[in-house]
């Protein structure tokens, strides 16, 4: 199979499955309307809190389930027509894709019901970009060790959270200086892809020793 198809058939099976897709919208929204409900006048550092936070359950629901059916259902079939390292890249593009979508549709969402100065713009685009790609990696590779089982629970800890929280830390920067109008935000972004390239490097090297064992 090739990438294209690959890419296919992950939409082909959220599209036959839209149960999670709905819920992740459901959650979406519904939390929005939760911090319009429950906040009065928002200071732009506590909006950009609550954005990162959300962006971040969001993609952990997200790629939750990427290797479900790949490595518990189908393992077998997909260990033969498939390699490791295409699946990943896969998964990988229409996991970013997703986050991408998702996090413009909570920006928007954000800038509609808690306005702020300085939401939008290519500079949030370029932001959103990055850091749904780390988050995307990420996931994927979380999602894989994930399926095994029980087994890799603490290997999951142990390599993702040293990754989520600099990678969320450094968007919140980058993110706060275009929030103020600061002047730094592109060298801010310089971490963010340091982050995502040292994790899709931690991932095209473990990924192979993982399939294996």
Known sequence: MQFPQLIRKEILAEWRNPSQLGGLLSFLAGVCFLCY????????????????????????????????????????YTSQLVRPLLLFAAKLGYLWGLLLLLSWVLLNLFSALL????????????????VSAGFACLGCFTSLLSSYG???????????????????????????????????????????????LLTLAMATILLPLSWKG
């Open 37 to 76: 409900f429950f906040s009065g006048d928002v200071h732009p550092a506590q909006w950009n809190l609550l954005f990162w936070i959300v962006y971040l359950f969001l993609s952990f629901f997200a790629s939750a389930r990427m290797y479900e059916e790949d490595n518990i259902r189908y393992r077998f």
């Open 115 to 130: 306005p702020v100065p300085g939401t939008g713009g290519p500079g949030w685009l370029l932001l959103l970009v990055l």
């Open 150 to 196: 029980q087994s890799r629970q603490m290997l999951v800890i142990v390599i993702s959270l040293p990754l989520c929280f600099p990678l969320l830390g450094s968007a919140y920067a980058a993110s706060l200086e275009l929030l103020t109008g600061g002047e730094a935000w592109l060298a801010k972004l310089i971490p963010v892809l340091a982050i995502d």
